[in-house]
């Protein structure tokens, strides 16, 4: 079992950046695939980026220059560093484990509770 809480969303002005953090337990993280997803209100669930027990990165390529991923094993953490945000980022955003590296949110078993971030013009 792994248990993700997220944390790190809010309200920003376009341009600000944001650090979201998803804290995870569980005797499986060390060895367990974390990605990040958002969704918007009447959209579909979409892949931001993804990052693996030895630290390979996956990023979405709409993202690619503004975010980026990275994972604290010592903290049980990984987190989402968000620049130069846009109005269309707007969304609420979750962390996921999934046993092997995927942009897939069907192959993710275990999903945080959300934060909300949005993006004020």
């Known amino acids: 079992q792994v248990q993700l809480v997220e944390s790190g969303g809010g309200l920003v002005q376009a341009g600000a950046s944001l650090r979201l953090s998803c804290a995870a337990s569980?005797?499986?993280?060390?060895?367990?695939?974390l990605g990040w997803f958002r969704q918007a209100p009447g959209k579909e669930r979409e892949f931001l980026a993804a990052?693996?027990?030895?630290?390979?990165?996956y990023l979405a390529e709409f993202v690619k220059g503004r975010f980026t991923i990275s994972r604290e094993n010592t903290k049980n953490t990984v987190y989402l560093q968000m620049n130069s945000l846009k109005p269309e980022d707007t969304a609420v955003y979750y962390c996921?484990?999934?046993?092997?590296?995927?942009?897939?949110?069907?192959?993710?078993?275990?999903w945080g509770q959300g934060t909300q971030v949005t993006v004020s013009s």
């Open positions: 996921a484990a999934a046993n092997e590296p995927s942009y897939y949110y069907t192959d993710y078993t275990y």
């Open positions: 569980g005797r499986a993280f060390s060895r367990t695939t």
């Open positions: 990052i693996s027990w030895n630290g390979a990165t």
